[in-house]
């Protein structure tokens, strides 16, 4: 091979692990947003059971003081 093509041949493979590192980094970010909404999933999936299970006791209360009167 000659220089020339040594030197476009590093020059790709420059581009290359340039490319890759550019991947990675944006996989590693991609992966936290994605932590980050499947915690802030969890956390709403919970606050919606417990507003959930407080309309159910009020629903109960309610209909207690309705037999009651």
């Known amino acids: ?5 040594y030197k ?10 340039s490319l890759c590192d550019q991947l990675n980094e944006e996989n590693r970010l ?3 947003k994605e932590d980050n909404w499947v915690n802030e999933r969890a956390q709403l999936i919970e606050k919606n ?3 959930k299970l407080k309309v159910e006791a009020m629903i109960t209360r309610l209909k207690a003081l309705e037999q009651s009167s």
């Open 1 to 5: 091979m000659e220089a020339k093509q």
């Open 8 to 17: 476009s041949l590093e020059q790709k493979i420059d581009k290359l692990i």
């Open 30 to 32: 991609l992966k936290s």
């Open 49 to 51: 059971e417990q507003a």
